[in-house]
């Protein structure tokens, strides 16, 4: 069967489940969040949700980190694109 997986189409054979796909791809269900024809699936029904012809899948994995920081006017601050604010300590 033909899927879309993060944008690219795969021919995928055998595979019955979105858990039989991250076991094929070798992804823990538990690092990545998947989405199904636009819709996230809950982690509890990744074993039953069945993959059919021409679904396109997502696998969202969310990345830790922040934005750098900086002092202005002698305050520590954290500047990002959206905001800039200070920290306490």
Not at 31 to 44: G, H, Q, T, W, Y
Request: proline share 3%; aromatic share 4%; with cysteine.
């Amino acid at each position: 069967m033909q899927v879309t997986i993060n944008g690219k189409k795969e021919e995928i054979n055998e595979i019955a489940t979105l858990t039989d796909l991250l076991t094929l791809k070798q992804i823990e269900p538990r690092m990545v969040s998947v989405e199904l024809n636009s819709a996230l699936i809950d982690r509890a029904h990744l074993s039953t949700t069945a993959l059919h012809e021409g679904d396109q899948i997502e696998f969202l994995y969310f990345m830790g980190g922040g934005a750098p920081r900086a002092t202005v006017n002698g305050q520590r601050t954290c500047v990002t694109p959206w905001t800039r604010r200070r920290h306490h300590r």
